[in-house]
């Protein structure tokens, strides 16, 4: 497969990744990596256990820019930051599909605190250590919570206000997303637990996954956990620690699926998603499956078999030629001192089955507004949903439907 039969187009959009971001252009697809040491790739051990099914013939990725400009201070608004959110969940949307017609949601909190406390210049403040208040702030009326963050008529705030505006067709609120460098992860779990009516099969055989990653490779032995100065600081063994989190993964997502309500279900998730250990594991987990895709899609190039597109693209960065490299210069900093990028969510897309569907607020008006990660699996994979304003913070939006259901539970106790 020759990545010309998938044209892409790539709009200058600079993305700001890590310390040392430096561009390649050997690729007709425009990537900021990073210019960290490179660690050689060793010879493939053999296929690991495939989790991945059948990834069919390569797909073209839409909306496959790179990333946005450094996020600026809001007019009239806080800027990004990762303050702990409070509150176990709040008053939602209760409306049908009839919609609010250009208003506020009468049932929804008017968004008057600022969610975005903090400076821009401080950094993240919020810590996974902080446990006790939700991960994910109580839902908003969305059409208010845009109007409030992004005042003004800058020709970039009337672009996000529209963008939301869009959004009123089958949103009606957004619940933001504690600010670390999890967010990626965090929104897409709590949107694929709080949406599971039954736990995938594939779950059921990565328990060993761990050991198969470790082996003769020895590629656990690199994974650094947060609070560790460097990898195997900590005190158990990392393939030990992470075969716990992947357990956890497991028990956690039955456990979801056995709730008999969508209220439930997110109840049981708000629970979880508290900024404890409990929830540092399952993002810790994320991170592992990805890997293990990354491996078995890298195996398939080297046969020459048919693979996604976006492997291509995240193997063609010189920070990520093998999986090695792509452990020690991307995943294993994620979530400690840097994000996901664009590429990387086609990988967690693939590595959960599951196709992420992302509305780009700062692209509205474009065809790149709504972005599936990936897109060739939108028929036969659950799709989840989640709203950015520049592709590296993430929130979950509040869908119609499932606040209706909450609101018809709630009035029948």
């Not at 198969?212 to 656990?220: A, F, S, Y």
């Amino acid at each position: 497969m020759e990545l010309r039969d998938h044209p892409m187009e790539l709009r200058d959009h600079p993305m700001e990744h890590r310390d040392h971001p430096m561009e390649h252009r050997d690729h007709p697809m425009e990537l900021r990596v990073s210019r960290e040491t490179l660690v050689e790739d060793r010879d493939p051990n053999g296929p690991l256990h495939s989790f991945l099914g059948n990834p069919g013939a390569a797909s073209s990725p839409s909306g496959t820019g790179s990333g946005s400009e450094t996020r600026k201070r809001r007019e009239g608004g806080g800027a990004e930051g990762g303050e702990s959110c409070a509150g176990d969940g709040g008053p939602q949307c209760f409306h049908g599909d009839a919609g609010h017609q250009g208003r506020p949601c009468p049932t929804l909190p008017p968004s008057d605190e600022d969610l975005y406390g903090g400076d821009e210049d401080s950094g993240p403040s919020s810590s996974l250590t902080a446990e006790g208040s939700c991960s994910l702030a109580p839902a908003v009326d969305l059409l208010s919570y845009s109007q409030r963050e992004w005042r003004g008529n800058t020709a970039k705030s009337v672009l996000i206000r529209k963008g939301y505006q869009q959004m009123m067709e089958g949103f009606c609120g957004v619940r933001r997303v504690r600010g670390d460098n999890y967010c990626a992860l965090r929104a897409t779990l709590f949107q694929v637990l709080s949406q599971t009516t039954q736990p995938p099969d594939w779950l059921h055989h990565v328990a060993m996954l761990p050991e198969e990653l470790d082996g003769p490779e020895g590629l656990l032995s690199l994974w650094s956990f947060p609070g560790e100065r460097q990898p195997g600081d900590g005190k158990r063994d990392p393939t030990q620690r992470l075969k716990g989190y992947i357990e956890l993964l497991r028990k956690t997502w039955t456990a979801v699926a056995d709730c008999p309500s969508a209220l439930q279900r997110q109840r049981q998730c708000e629970d979880v998603f508290r900024g404890g250990e409990e929830e540092l594991g399952l993002l810790e987990a994320l991170k592992l499956l990805m890997l293990g895709c990354a491996l078995e899609l890298h195996h398939r190039m080297q046969q020459g078999l048919d693979v996604p597109v976006f492997c291509w693209l995240l193997f063609a960065r010189d920070s990520s030629p093998c999986p090695r490299t792509f452990l020690t210069n991307h995943l294993r900093h994620v979530g400690v001192s840097g994000g996901l990028e664009q590429v990387e969510m086609f990988l967690l897309g693939y590595a959960l089955r599951c196709t992420i569907q992302v509305y780009r607020l700062y692209m509205s008006g474009t065809e790149e507004f709504l972005t599936y990660y990936p897109d060739d699996h939108r028929d036969d994979w659950p799709c989840v949903s989640l709203v950015t304003e520049d592709d590296r913070h993430y929130n979950v939006p509040v869908v119609k439907e499932t606040t209706t259901a909450a609101a018809q539970e709630a009035a029948s106790r």
